[in-house]
Each structure stands twice: as C-alpha cells, then as structure tokens.
C-alpha cells in the first residue's frame, strides 16, 4: 500500500492503482486535468482519504526543513501529510516532494523517472543585502516568485540552493 500522487493517477496502468492510498483533493485536481481519466479512476478500488490537520502540519514541517515548502501546492502537501501521517511510501514525480521526503529520511518511489538522487536543501536569500534565512513553516506558498521580505531591508527573498 502506497500514496499515490497525481501522476501515477494519470499515467499508471488502472490495475497498478486498486488498493493504494490518494487525498480527496486529488479528485478535483484529476477531474479539472483528465475528466476521462477520472471516470475510469473513480470506478477503482483506492482508499480516498481527508488529510487531518496533524498530518498537514507534519507535512508542513518536513518541507519546511528541506526549504521546498513555498513551491508546494496544497495537493502536494495533501500527499505529503498522507505518507507521514500512515507512514507508508509516495509514489510522486515532483522533485520537490522526493527532496523533502529524502531528506527527512522518508521513502518516495517515483512514477516513471529515476528520482532524485541527491538532496538539496533550500533557503532563502535576501536579492537586495544577500541576508539569508531559513524557510519557516508558514511561508505563503506559489509556483513562482517571491517567498517573503527581508527582515533587514525589505528586499524580496528568494529560494536558493544551500551550499
Ligand atoms: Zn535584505
């Protein structure tokens, strides 16, 4: 039994999916990509669970370590809690959500790709005095651009590879 994500939904054969473990809020975001998809999926034998407040707060805090929590959508923090919270392994291609696993010694099979193999650690960095910091666990999150003002300065932080 694993948690799947929202590509191995898409993409593996309908057999390989019955008796695992996916969030509800996966639905709504397989519906909105693949209304097709859905169809079939929802006919299948998967164990759709609503994420508790604890295990997102679990999941929250382990991608808060790895620095990847600001570009984490809220379906991906719904898989993340799901893994955490039932301590079974995520089948999930987003690197980010291997990263975060991995580096919090968790274990993540990925859907069709190799993985990532080494882990990074993110932090963020000031672009006006260079000042950097920590991500904390209630950074707001998007795909792209700013993930805060500097304390400093003001200037807008952005994400950078810990070295
Ligand atoms: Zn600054």
């Not at 057999?15 to 975001?29: D, H, I, M, P, R």
């Not at 990847?68 to 893994?83: C, E, I, K, N, T």
């Not at 400093?152 to 070295?163: H, M, T």
Request: proline share 4%; with cysteine.
């Amino acid at each position: 039994m694993r948690v799947l994500d929202t590509a191995a939904l898409l993409h593996w054969p309908v057999s390989k999916l019955t008796g695992n473990v996916c969030a509800v809020s996966q639905q709504y975001e397989l519906e909105r990509v693949s209304p097709q998809r859905w169809m079939l999926v929802q006919a299948l034998d998967i164990d759709w669970k609503e994420v508790t407040t604890e295990w997102l707060n679990l999941a929250r805090s382990c991608a808060a370590k790895s620095g990847d929590l600001p570009r984490l959508s809220d379906v991906d923090l719904d898989v993340l809690g799901l893994s955490l919270g039932l301590q079974i392994p995520l089948v999930t291609d987003d690197y980010r959500l291997q990263n975060a696993m991995k580096f919090s010694g968790h274990t993540s099979t990925s859907v069709d790709t190799e993985g990532a193999k080494e882990v990074w650690t993110w932090v963020r960095m000031c672009t006006g005095c260079r000042h950097t910091t920590e991500v904390p666990e209630d950074v707001g999150r998007s795909k792209t651009g700013e993930v805060g003002h500097c304390e400093r300065c003001g200037s807008p932080l952005q994400l950078k590879r810990k070295r």
